[in-house]
């Protein structure tokens, strides 16, 4: 069965960096969408960022320039890079499989949070 498992959240310093990992299993992660989801407390859980089989990825404009996703195949790894982090990306960071094109989950890990102190 599908399987994803994040790591690498913690505590960090507002303008620290943060790299979380996603594990991946029972699915052919070259050949699917990836993305990165979090959700604040008392928030709607936000799409953050989406990579391609092929590689092209989208951002949302809150991390854009900030974030960056990447995927290692070898691995079955799906990570994201966070710089500049900021007390407002404070969150359960999740990853998931999603459909291409529109970014829409399939299959979510756990979680693993992420907390900014200012």
């Known amino acids: 069965q599908v399987q994803l498992v994040e790591s690498g959240g913690g505590s960090v310093q507002a303008g620290g960096s943060l790299r979380l990992s996603c594990a991946a299993s029972?699915?052919?992660?070259?050949?699917?969408?990836m993305g990165w989801f979090r959700q604040a407390a008392g928030k709607q859980r936000e799409w953050l960022s989406s990579?391609?089989?092929?590689?092209?990825?989208n951002y949302a404009g809150s991390v854009k320039g900030r974030f960056t996703i990447s995927q290692d195949n070898a691995k079955n790894t799906l990570y994201l890079q966070m710089n500049s982090l900021q007390p407002d990306d404070t969150a359960l960071y999740y990853c998931?499989?999603?459909?291409?094109?529109?970014?829409?989950?399939?299959?979510w890990g756990q979680g693993t949070q992420v907390t900014v102190s200012s």
């Open positions: 998931a499989l999603v459909v291409c094109g529109n970014n829409e989950p399939r299959y």
């Open positions: 029972g699915f052919t992660f070259s050949s699917n969408c």
């Open positions: 990579i391609t089989p092929s590689g092209p990825t």
